[in-house]
């Protein structure tokens, strides 16, 4: 992987339909749609389920960064900067579990009218998807079915949005693979727990960078650069160094060696 150089998707056209003018389609109830984890789209599952442990966050943070964005122009009342520590620490956690804490989210956001906006199913399912992550569960890939499917939902232009995902996900997989295959999981073992220490970190500029050309040679320094610029005393969702080593980290907290 080292020698091979992946050239990353652009994203400035998802951002521009962030953007747009075009009113979001939402409606009371709604929410409910996006927080279900019992939805069934196997097609979409067969393609989120073929990227890394690791990379499921990535996809995760930028998904959710796209549904902050596009939802913040809608509900202006409410401040979206308030997820930023969040988002952050979600990209912390695309290097390692190990410097996320457990998110808490104790607000159903809703409109003047009472209905309950996109940022509730947005953060309910990271909710869960990192309390499964840090327990190293095998079923993480789920989540991104939720989030997908909301995020698409909130875009005005959604074939544009189809392509781009489907060529996130295809270089994603390329890049990112990942290093099980849910036929050869025991279904009937909840116990079961999966080792991430081989899975590769992800930096956020493999989403948003278009100019990023992804090796692990180039990423080295992205991500030292990210972990170094992280405030973990003022960000209530990291780990300090301490807490890191005392959770098991192997290397030096907040350093890609």
């Not at 988002?87 to 809703?110: C, M, N, Q, V």
């Not at 320094?221 to 990210?226: G, H, I, M, R, S």
């Amino acid at each position: 992987m080292a020698n091979k150089i992946v050239s990353v998707m652009d994203i400035k056209p998802i951002l521009d339909l962030c953007d747009s003018q075009l009113e979001i389609e939402w409606k009371s109830g709604l929410h409910k749609k996006f927080n279900d984890f019992l939805l069934v789209n196997n097609r979409l599952f067969a393609v989120v389920s073929k990227i890394g442990y690791k990379a499921v966050i990535g996809v995760a943070a930028t998904l959710t960064e796209l549904i902050t964005q596009r939802t913040k122009r809608f509900y202006p009342d409410i401040d979206a900067q308030q997820f930023a520590p969040k988002i952050e620490s979600l990209w912390a956690g695309a290097i390692d579990p190990l410097y996320l804490k457990t998110f808490h989210f104790g607000y159903d956001y809703r409109d003047g009218d009472g209905v309950i906006i996109p940022f509730y199913p947005n953060w309910h399912v990271i909710i869960y998807l990192i309390g499964d992550y840090m327990e190293n569960s095998y079923y993480t890939h789920n989540y991104l079915m939720n989030l997908s499917m909301l995020a698409r939902h909130l875009m005005p232009n959604k074939k544009l949005f189809d392509n781009w995902f489907a060529e996130t996900m295809r270089k994603t997989t390329e890049t990112f693979p990942c290093l099980y295959d849910y036929k050869d999981l025991n279904r009937n073992d909840y116990e079961a727990k999966y080792d991430c220490s081989a899975d590769i970190p992800v930096p956020r500029e493999f989403f948003f960078d278009s100019e990023f050309q992804y090796s692990e040679d180039t990423a080295k320094p992205v991500l030292n650069a990210f972990l170094q610029s992280l405030d973990y005393n003022n960000n209530p969702w990291l780990c300090t160094p301490e807490e890191m080593l005392e959770k098991g980290f192997q290397g030096t907290p907040y350093k890609v060696g």
